[in-house]
C-alpha cells in the first residue's frame, strides 16, 4: 500500500509538472529572443541615429568606422553598416568591414524605409534598421544575433525549473511516505490486535488511531472482542455450572454402588462412577481454565496410558491390540485431556463397530516433515462408502459423533483428519478395515532453541 501510494504520488506530480514545466520551458525560451532582439533593434536605432548627420558629409566613412567599431566587441552581436554603393562597414557574419557583399533581399527591403527583424534559416536573426539623411542613398544598419546569442541564459531558467521540479517532487514524495506509513502503520497496529485475538488474548484491544474510517474499524473490533469475551465468559460459566451439577447424581450412584451385595459388581460399579467422576472435574476445569493457556502433551506418553487402559476390554473381546509408540516425548499443541478423548473415541469406535476378535494398530511416529502422526487402524469390515459418516448421521449403528471428537482435536491444534479403507490403497473393490490417521504439528520443549523440531522418533 505504501508502495503503491508513492507510486502514484510520483506519477502525479510528474504529470502536472510536466504539463506546468513544458510552456514554462517553451516560455522562457520565447522570452530570451525577444528580450535579445529589443536590446539589438536599440542598439541598431542608437546606431541609426548617431549616423545619420555623419552620413550627410564628406567624412562619413570614418565616422561611420569609429561609430560600428565602438559597439562591436566580443561576445555582443555582430553591428555593421551597408551603404548605399553596397559597401559594408564593420562587423558581418561572413565578411569583412569595407567588403563588398551582394546585397540581400531583406537589405532592399530596409532600403524603402522600413525597420524590421528577420529570420535566417541558420536560425539567426537579422535587425535592419534604414538611415535617413545619407548624401548618396540610404543606408542600412545591420544588427546580427546568432542562435545562441538569441537564446543566452536559457539553459540557466531550464536547469532552474527542473530544480524546482525535481524538489516539489521530491516534497510530494516525502508527504505521500508520511502520509502512506501512517495508514499502514494503523492498519498494520490493526492486524495485530486481530493475530493477538485470533491466538485467544481477549484482552487485546486495538488502538484508535489513523484515519477516521480506520479508527472505526478499531472501535467495532474493539467492541467485537469485548463481546465474544462476554460470550465466551458466559459458557464456560455455564458448562462448570452445569458440571458441577452433575456431582449431586454421581455422589448419590456411589452410595448406592456401595449398597450391593455383590462386592465384585460394587467394585466394578464404583470404578466406573469413579471414571464419571473425573470426568466432571476434568471438564471444569477445561471450561475455567485461561484461554491463553498454551496446551502441550506428550503424544507417546497419553497413546501408551490409553492403550493400557483399554487393554482389558480388548482381551475380554479376544482381540489382538499392538501399540507402537516411540520412547522419545513428542509434544502437540494439545490438553493431554482432549488428546486422550480422541483417543478413546477411536478405540472405542473400533471395539463398537468390528466384530469381536477383530485386531487393531495404535501407532505414532514422526513424519519427515517434522509433523506428529497417530494412526489407528483395524482389519474390520472398514467405512460403508469409504469414508467417515458425517457428525449426527448414522452409518452402521455409529452417529460419527467419536469420529468428529478426533477430527476436531486435529484440527483446533492446526492438524488435519483423514479416514480410509486399508484395502483401496491395494484393491479399490476390497476392504480390510479402516485408517484414521490425526495429524498434529509438534511443539518444541521449553528452553529448547527455536529451530522446528527434528523428526527422530
Known sequence: MRRSLLLLTAATTALVLTALLVPLTLLTRTH???????????????????????LATADEHETAEQTVESVNGDGLPATSLILANDQVIGAHVGAHAHDTT?????????????????????????????????????????????EKQLYAGTLASWLVLAGIGV????????????????????????????????????TARAELAGPPELRLVAGELNRLAARIDELLTAERENAADLAHRLRTPVAALRLD???????????????????????????????????????????AAVTRERAAFWAPLAEDQSRAARTTAPPEEILVP????????????????????????????????????????????????????????????????????????ARRTAEEANGRFDTSNRGA?????????????????????????????????
Open 167 to 202: 524538489g516539489l517532487v521530491l516534497l510530494g514524495l516525502l508527504l505521500a511516505d508520511r502520509l502512506g506509513a501512517r495508514l499502514v502503520g494503523a492498519t498494520r497496529r490493526l492486524a495485530r490486535t486481530a493475530d493477538r485475538l485470533a491466538a485467544g488474548d481477549l
Open 102 to 146: 551582394t546585397v540581400t533581399d531583406p537589405v532592399r527591403l530596409a532600403r524603402t524605409g522600413r525597420a524590421f527583424t528577420y529570420e535566417t534559416s541558420s536560425g539567426s536573426r537579422l535587425v535592419l534598421v534604414p538611415v535617413q539623411g545619407a548624401k548618396d542613398g540610404t543606408a542600412v544598419v545591420q544588427v546580427t544575433l546568432t
Open 32 to 54: 530570451a529572443a525577444d528580450r535579445a532582439t529589443a536590446e539589438a533593434t536599440a542598439r541598431a536605432q542608437w546606431v541609426a541615429h548617431a549616423l545619420g548627420p555623419a
Open 334 to 405: 494439545v490438553p493431554a485431556d482432549e488428546l486422550a478423548a480422541a483417543l478413546d473415541a477411536l478405540i472405542g469406535n473400533v471395539l463398537d463397530h468390528t466384530p469381536q476378535g477383530t485386531p487393531f494398530t495404535i501407532e505414532v511416529r514422526c513424519t519427515p516433515g517434522g509433523e506428529a502422526e497417530l494412526t489407528v487402524t483395524d482389519e474390520g469390515p472398514g467405512f460403508p462408502d469409504g469414508t467417515a459418516p458425517d457428525r449426527g448421521t448414522s452409518g452402521a449403528g455409529s452417529t460419527g459423533l467419536g469420529l468428529d471428537i
Open 257 to 299: 454402588a456401595e449398597t450391593l451385595r455383590d462386592p465384585e459388581g460394587a467394585r466394578r460399579i464404583a470404578a466406573d462412577v469413579a471414571a464419571l467422576e473425573r470426568s466432571v472435574d476434568d471438564v471444569i476445569r477445561k471450561a475455567r481454565r485461561p484461554l491463553r493457556e498454551a496446551p502441550r502433551a506428550d503424544l
Open 425 to 457: 490403497e491395494v484393491a479399490p473393490q476390497r476392504t480390510t478395515g479402516a485408517r484414521v490417521t490425526l495429524t498434529f504439528p509438534r511443539v518444541l520443549p521449553e528452553g529448547t532453541p527455536s529451530a522446528p523440531p527434528a523428526p527422530t522418533c
